[in-house]
C-alpha cells in the first residue's frame, strides 16, 4: 500500500523560506516513470501545481514559481522536499504530496496535505 505523508511547519514569517517534506513508503520513488509533485489549495482557491520531481532525478516547476520554487529528493529516505522562498500571506494553503505514472499531471496516490499558515 503506497503512502504519502507530508510534514514541514506550520507557521512561516513572510519572507521567509518553506520546507516541506513528502515521505512515501510502500513504493519507491525511483519507481520507473513515476513523478511526485507538490501540490497547494489556498482558502476559494482550485489546486495549483507547484513543482515535481521525476523517478530519474530530472525536475519540473511551475512558470509561476520556478524563481522560488526548489524541490529536491533524497532516495535513501525516499522523500522529496520543496522549499518555497520568501513567502507571502497569500501563500497560506494546504500543501500536498502527490505521485502518478508518466506525467506530473497524473496522480494515483495523495497526501492528506499539511495546513502552512504564513504570518508575522
Known amino acids: 500500500q503506497v503512502q504519502l505523508r507530508e510534514s514541514g511547519p506550520d507557521l512561516v514569517k513572510p519572507s521567509q523560506t518553506l520546507s516541506i517534506t513528502c515521505t512515501v513508503s510502500?513504493?519507491?520513488?525511483?519507481?520507473?516513470?513515476?513523478?511526485w509533485s507538490w501540490i497547494r489549495q489556498s482558502p476559494g482557491k482550485g489546486l495549483e501545481w507547484m513543482a515535481a520531481?521525476?523517478?530519474?532525478?530530472?525536475?519540473y516547476y511551475s512558470s509561476a514559481l520556478k524563481s522560488r520554487a526548489s524541490i529536491s529528493r533524497d532516495t535513501s529516505k525516499n522523500q522529496v522536499t520543496l522549499q518555497l522562498t520568501s513567502v507571502t500571506p497569500e501563500e497560506s494553503a494546504v500543501y500536498y504530496c502527490?505521485?502518478?505514472?508518466?506525467?506530473?499531471?497524473?496522480?494515483?496516490?495523495w497526501g492528506r496535505g499539511t495546513q502552512v499558515t504564513v504570518s508575522s
Open positions: 510502500g513504493t519507491s520513488i525511483t519507481t520507473s516513470r513515476y513523478y
Open positions: 502527490a505521485g502518478g505514472s508518466g506525467s506530473y499531471y497524473l496522480y494515483d496516490y
Open positions: 520531481s521525476q523517478y530519474d532525478g530530472n525536475t
